[in-house]
């Protein structure tokens, strides 16, 4: 809740990447907007309070996140855990207590949407997201200004910075998938459990946000149709080069259609120069068409500049408005397109066929996104829209 002339108060539930960020920009920031802002407590686990204590001495970490709750004085708290139980129960308290809620945490967003919306608006707590799609790229602040004089149809976007990085580096120097996928490992940019990245879910959950938020509904989540890279091959960026096309992991989405999958894209496309871990979303709008978003989409001072962003907007009486009545909606994916697929089980799509590249890959006749998922579900093939 916005106050006159006063400080405010934040807590940071969980030091890693992310949190860390926004500790530094707040701390080191000589920024005028950011002096009123002042971080009381930090949640971490009770194993990391002394060292953290020792290292960081003008903050208070706690391991009992009732600390935070039942101060008074906490204005904002910004939930940087990752996860669901937890953070979902933060927010909880959060609502409970008044205090206003920013999260960079899309799985949360995404898969508690109706709850949290519903909560928030009834509580008028401020609920700010920016920094759960495309990092630093700060895309909902360009989508609400978007909406105040225009009808956006749909978008398009690179929106997860692993997997832009793993393709980028595969094509650019001529890598192999596992070889690539460990070396971000070893770079921190790939969990050690890259699951949600690869088969194209983190991508998913960021895509149910977008098309929430966009268009004023609550998808459902599992509507939205994801194929990943998890079975891409060297082999695949060769076509593509041969091609004069590269490979990129595309989230698409428009009133009727919302998919993740690989892309096949041409080189005078705008996506096709986005590398490493940069992330790029288009939004399709009436009046200005095509507009472009680019920006870093990982990293921790990315990620928590548009956190701390979150946090000045309430302060300055500008947090977002969830004014829409968010009926679920589950979306058809009937776009039609031809695929160029690769599999040890070739024979499987014999009937499809609309030309043969060699022993295990074709390209299929036109199809829609909901039939070719129908086909590739149980495979384990690679598949991307030519």
């Not at 001072?301 to 968010?326: E, K, M, Q, R």
Request: aromatic share 10%; hydrophobic share 40%; charged share 30%.
């Amino acid at each position: 809740m916005i106050k006159e002339n006063a400080e405010y108060h934040i807590a940071i539930l969980g030091f890693g990447t992310v949190g860390k960020g926004v500790y530094d920009i707040i701390k080191n920031s000589s920024n005028d907007f950011l002096d009123n802002i002042d971080i009381e407590f930090i949640y971490v686990r009770e194993e990391k309070i002394n060292e953290l204590s020792k290292k960081y001495d003008d903050v208070t970490f706690t391991s009992n996140i009732n600390d935070i709750f039942e101060d008074e004085c906490i204005d904002i708290v910004v939930e940087c855990l990752g996860g669901n139980d937890l953070s979902f129960d933060a927010f909880l308290m959060a609502v409970k207590n008044g205090k206003d809620f920013v999260t960079s945490n899309k799985f949360l967003l995404a898969t508690k949407f109706d709850e949290m919306i519903k909560m928030a608006k009834e509580t008028l707590i401020n609920l700010n997201i920016e920094a759960t799609v495309g990092g630093g790229v700060h895309i909902f602040h360009s989508i609400n200004d978007i909406k105040k004089v225009d009808n956006i149809s749909g978008f398009i976007g690179i929106i997860n910075g692993t997997v832009n990085y793993i393709l980028s580096k595969m094509f650019i120097e001529n890598r192999d998938f596992k070889e690539t996928l460990d070396n971000a490992k070893k770079l921190g940019l790939a969990e050690s459990d890259p699951s949600s990245d690869i088969d194209g879910l983190d991508a998913k959950y960021k895509t149910a946000i977008l098309m929430n938020y966009i268009f004023d509904i609550s998808v459902e989540i599992d509507s939205i149709i994801n194929m990943g890279i998890r079975n891409i091959e060297k082999k695949d960026i060769d076509f593509a080069k041969k091609n004069d096309k590269t490979i990129k992991l595309i989230s698409c989405g428009d009133i009727d259609n919302a998919f993740v999958m690989p892309m096949f894209i041409d080189k005078n496309d705008n996506f096709y120069s986005v590398n490493l871990n940069n992330n790029a979303i288009d939004i399709f709008s009436d009046n200005l068409e095509s507009s472009t978003f680019l920006g870093k989409g990982a990293g921790s001072l990315p990620t928590a500049h548009s956190i701390v962003l979150d946090i000045v907007d309430i302060t300055s009486g500008n947090g977002l408005f969830w004014d829409g009545d968010y009926e679920k909606k589950a979306v058809s994916n009937n776009l039609i397109g031809k695929f160029y697929i690769r599999s040890k089980n070739i024979d499987k799509y014999k009937d499809i066929v609309s030309e043969v590249i060699d022993y295990e890959t074709i390209i299929t006749k036109d199809l829609s996104i909901k039939k070719i998922y129908e086909y590739i579900k149980d495979d384990e093939s690679f598949v991307a829209k030519m």
